[in-house]
């Protein structure tokens, strides 16, 4: 795990910024107040971002799903 220390209006870059496919994560601190801390996040492409209790939540729904049976067709 990386971890690093950022000020408020301070930024830190996921991925690849530049070339021909854009595929990064922005994340920004917008505000710290007492012992919470506000966050702004950018995406480029396809990349969705979420809450982790959200994404877990997505994720199981997806894996819980039952597979549909692939019938064929009988050989006589």
Avoid: N, Y
């Amino acid at each position: 795990m990386l971890v690093l220390s950022r000020k408020s209006c301070e930024s830190i870059i996921v991925g690849d910024h530049g070339g021909s496919t854009r595929q990064f994560l922005k994340v920004t601190v917008i505000e710290i107040r007492g012992d919470k801390v506000k966050l702004g996040f950018e995406a480029a492409g396809d990349i969705r971002v979420h809450r982790w209790e959200v994404w877990k939540d997505l994720h199981a729904t997806i894996h819980s799903k039952p597979k549909r049976a692939v019938l064929k067709p009988l050989v006589a």
